[in-house]
């Protein structure tokens, strides 16, 4: 939606419901860079300082994250979730794959139930990428595309809540997936140490297409506690 131009009183804090609302309506999405802070300013017609202001204020609610020299993104959808996301950030390896079990066990049952066919298509379109950098030893779009595949699967839910919430807490989830399931910091180009292919997630993409929710679930329950026993290592 159009950013509409501000009155002259309480500036900042119009501004910073006029931000806010560009990350409700996800015209802003959660890793989006937002306009420069010029580009505010003439779109919201108040100084830069005002839009710096509001740009601080929504950072410091974890909405927002300043990057010096790259710009400021999206960095949560709501203040619930900036928050969660820098707990998680601060907590230990064994606590975030937990909270991913409670998130990710629950998506698979709820897929299973509610998928469409263009959520198995994106489901399925994930698990051949996945196989494909496997082959060709690229663990960087390995990670890339298990990351893919889940996300997939929470969006197969149709649950809005749980999938903003999964998109809140998206950068950690992606870091365990590459500090525990593959063995690796993430960036890194090595095989993982693991025998065959990473965690096998055939059995939840199967249970999820053929309507199978408390299966989806086992599958779920199963891959995360392998990722939990491989961090205990």
Known sequence: ????????????????????????????????????????????????????E?????????????????????RASSELGGALRRRLERSRLRENLEVRRA???????LAALRHSDEDLADIDRAMALREEAWR?????????????????????????????LYDDIAQVVYASIAHTAYGQDEGSTERPSSDGEGVDHSGLSEAIREADPARAAREA???????LSLAEE
């Open 1 to 52: 939606m159009p950013l509409a131009s501000t009155r002259r009183t309480g500036l900042v804090d119009q501004v910073i419901s006029q931000l806010r609302a560009q990350i409700d309506s996800g015209e802003w999405g959660v890793g989006d860079r937002i306009p420069t802070e010029s580009e505010l300013s003439e779109q919201l017609e108040v100084g830069r300082n005002t839009v710096r």
């Open 54 to 74: 509001a740009v601080r204020a929504l950072a410091h609610a974890g909405l927002l994250e300043i990057r010096q020299g790259a710009g400021t993104f999206v």
């Open 103 to 109: 998130l990710e066990v629950e998506a698979a049952r």
């Open 136 to 164: 060709a030893n690229d663990m960087g779009a390995f990670v890339e595309a298990d990351f893919t595949f889940h996300r997939a699967v929470v969006n197969a839910t149709h649950n809005s809540l749980l999938i903003e």
């Open 221 to 227: 329950t199963c891959y995360i506690d392998e990722l």
